[in-house]
């Protein structure tokens, strides 16, 4: 099993639920109202006057064959629209309870 943290412009949100449903991704966390700032472009999201914008963020939890499916879907989204702005990790799963 791997996690896949994704740090995201708010504005994809719905965009994002729409492919975690169409690839039948049922377990995952949502943080709203995130801040931070990419490490290869864009503008910073740090909810602030200079910077009024906001990211948010999910961790889903993926059975390894469906990695890739994941990860091209919402590569996919961010490349349909660059200026928002998407990242994706994948970090192994060691246990669960």
């Known amino acids: 099993m791997k996690a896949i943290f994704v740090?995201?412009?708010?504005?994809h949100y719905d965009n994002i639920m729409q492919v975690l449903t169409r690839l039948s991704q049922r377990g995952f966390t949502y943080w709203e109202n995130v801040q931070g700032r990419g490490s290869k472009n864009g503008e910073p999201h740090l909810g602030?006057?200079?910077w009024p914008?906001?990211?948010?963020?999910?961790?889903l939890m993926v059975e390894d064959e469906k990695v890739d499916s994941v990860l091209n879907a919402l590569q996919a989204l961010d490349k349909s629209k660059e200026a928002l702005g998407l990242r994706a990790f994948v970090m192994n799963v060691e246990k669960t309870i």
Do not use: G, K, R, V
Not at 7 to 11: G, L, V
């Open 53 to 59: 914008s906001t990211n948010s963020s999910l961790m």
């Open 48 to 50: 602030s006057h200079a």
């Open 7 to 11: 740090a995201f412009d708010q504005a």
